[in-house]
């Protein structure tokens, strides 16, 4: 009986844990997404300062947010150096997070790099 409210009160004290990451998640995206975003696709990431609009990332997708396709974009694993993007080597480092990635897939993922793509997922139209 002790042990279950043990493991109760552990289990509650994680959700607590992560209802506090994901609010600092979501309020640290758009600022993040300022700092290192904007000057090459707009404020509103409708694009036009030599980055290409990422408001239609979703709508391109058939109305998902490609999460994982983001992801991958913004910590360079399918990008081209040579196609202009910068690496973002500061967003990929500090604590993770699980992300499903897939089917069943878990996949740590920086904090940084979850508040840019939510923060991104704000901005599709
Ligand atoms: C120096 C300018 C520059 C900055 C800064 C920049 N980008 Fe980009 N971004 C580009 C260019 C150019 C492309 C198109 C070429 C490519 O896909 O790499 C692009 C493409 C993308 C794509 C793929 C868009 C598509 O249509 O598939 C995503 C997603 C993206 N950027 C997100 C970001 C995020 C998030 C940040 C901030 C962490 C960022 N970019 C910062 C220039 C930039």
Excluded: N, W
């Excluded at 979703?58 to 993007?85: C, H, N, W």
């Excluded at 979850?114 to 997922?121: F, I, T």
């Amino acid at each position: 009986m002790r042990q279950a409210g043990v493991r109760l009160a552990a289990a509650a004290a994680l959700v607590a844990l992560a209802g506090c990451i994901e609010q600092e998640v979501t309020a640290s995206g758009g600022s993040l997404y300022a700092s290192y975003c904007a000057a090459c696709h707009g404020t509103d990431g409708r694009g036009g300062a030599g980055g290409p609009d990422l408001s239609r990332l979703s709508a391109r997708a058939q109305g998902d947010f490609p999460l994982v396709e983001v992801l991958a974009k913004i910590d360079g694993y399918t990008r081209d150096p040579a196609d202009g993007m910068p690496e973002f080597g500061a967003l990929l480092s500090g604590p993770t997070v699980p992300v499903e990635t897939g089917p069943d897939v878990l996949t740590p993922t920086p904090v940084a790099l979850v508040a840019l793509a939510d923060h991104l997922r704000t901005l599709q139209r």
